[in-house]
Structures are given as C-alpha cells and as structure tokens.
C-alpha cells in the first residue's frame, strides 16, 4: 500500500494562474513533512519542511500546510512562472534518516 | 542550496556490466544515504554510511550492489552485473546527523 499519496499525479496551468498540490500520507511517525522540486532528470531542492502537528510555512511563492491529524499536507504555488515546470515531491520523515517518497506532481505551466 | 556532487551525470552500460557512480557529499557532512528513483518516481532506500560504517542497507544492496565512504576519497556506489532493472536515478545525499538530508543531481543509468 502506497504510504504517500500525491494529487494530482499531473497537472497543467498557465503561467501566472495558482495551484494546489495535495500529499496524504499514512507514514507513521510522522516527524516532519519536506517539499522537494526536481527539475526534469536532476535532483531534489527542498522547497520547505513542515515540523509542527499544524503547520504552515511561506517560502516566496510556495506555501505550505500540514495537518498531523488528517496526515495531509498542501503545497500553494502562486503565480507561476515558466520555470516551475517539474515534478513537486512529497517527503514523510519517521526520522531524519527515514524517509518515505511520494511518487511525486507532475506541474507543466504554459505560456 | 546542495553542494553534493555525483559524477557521472549519466551512465550507459549493458546487461552484466560493473556500473561505478560516486558521490562527495557536502564538506562537514558524515553521514551519506544512496538512494534510487525509478521510472515511475518510486524511491528505494539503498544504504547509508556514518563515516565510512555502513549504518543501514536493503538485502538488494547486499547481493548485488556493493558501496564504500572510504576517508579522504568520494563514496562509491558500484552495480557488480547490471540488469535492465537498474535503469534508475541513483541519488545521493548527505547530512550532519538528526538533520536535513541535502541531495545530489544524480547519476542516471541505463542498462541496455
């Protein structure tokens, strides 16, 4: 059973439209959530990490919840640009040497 | 941002070839995790190192693949005969301890 659950698996927007990405997760202890962007065929950038059991963090343009109780977290993308086109990768920490992956959105923003 | 650094960025090898990636994780930085990312996005723990003592790996890692941290040298992930279900993202990170893992860009290997 997949233990990290992300929705959409794609999703397309224009540039300059918002979008939400959802993670739900059945990770148990969930110790902290992260929020990974990896460019086409390249590694993982940490966008932010959510620690408490509700939470939200602000990085720019990314935004993001969690909710401990629920196991589910958010991921708001505002006004996007050309270059957020990747993959936006959902990351449960037990621990911070165990970590369980979401298979990952799929984002295409469009001129 | 990561300063991990994975050569080669990509890998072309055929079926029962030795396939040899390495890492040099971030300066400062003792504890290295290998992991592997497959065409479906699916994340496989591999193994990781305190130092050069492996701390934990998967029962493939112990078959097939073999890695070091050797001190003074980068680690080293090595595929003893490659199948076609290697083809992967093998992505290194590293981190200080009960911390962030930072994370390379990766080697990408195709097994023909």
Redesign the interface.
Known sequence: KTQVEQSPQSLVVRQGENCVLQCNYSVTPDNHL?W?KQDT??????LT?LVDQKDKTSNGRYSATLDKDAKHSTLHITATLLDDTA?Y?CVVGA???K?T?G??TRLAVCP | ??K?I?TPRYLVKGQGQKAKMRCIPEKGHP?V?WYQQNK????K?LI?FQNQEV?QQIDMTEKRFSAECPSNSPCSLEIQSSEAGDSA?Y?CAS?L??????????T?LLVL
């Open positions: 992260r990974f065929g390249k590694g993982l950038v940490s990490v993959t990768i621990s911070f040497n970590l992956f298979a990952g | 941002n990561s991990v994975q504890v995790f479906n996005n699916e994340f723990f990781n701390l993202l992505l981190s301890g009960q911390d962030t893992q930072y994370f390379g860009p990766g990408r």
